[in-house]
């Protein structure tokens, strides 16, 4: 399983749907406060998706503190081109917005 942090509905409901395909679990979450009342559902060892813009706030910034709860496999997506986000040093890398880019070349790295 994976978890997704994203505000917008559409692209949760995308990530659910194709991860299905693959034989994948989607938690998906509308917020950073969101997956946090709920993490205790979710291994620390999980990949999370993070996008980049939650609202008026930066996932590139938000996703420290996933960093601080013990998370180390933080991927940030965006719809932009990579180099105009910032890239924290506990991010594991900058990923688009589509499900099948974002995270089937990474299925190796979710591996511990």
């Known amino acids: 399983s994976i978890v997704l942090i994203d505000d917008d ?3 949760r409901f995308n990530w ?5 395909k693959f034989g994948i679990t989607v938690n998906a979450f509308s ?3 969101q997956f946090i009342e709920n993490r ?3 291994s620390q060892k ?5 996008d980049s813009n939650l ?22 997506t965006t719809g932009l081109p990579k180099k ?8 594991t890398e900058v990923v688009g917005k589509g499900f099948e880019a974002a995270v089937l070349p990474n299925m190796p ?4």
């Open 9 to 11: 509905p559409l692209v």
């Open 16 to 20: 659910m749907r194709q991860a299905q």
């Open 31 to 33: 917020s950073l406060d």
């Open 40 to 42: 205790k559902s979710c």
């Open 46 to 50: 999980v990949p999370i998706f993070i």
């Open 55 to 76: 609202g008026e706030e930066k996932g590139e910034i938000l996703s420290e503190k996933l960093a601080s709860l013990g998370y180390r496999k933080i991927f940030l």
């Open 84 to 91: 105009s986000v910032l890239t924290m040093e506990w991010i």
């Open 109 to 112: 790295s979710f591996k511990d």
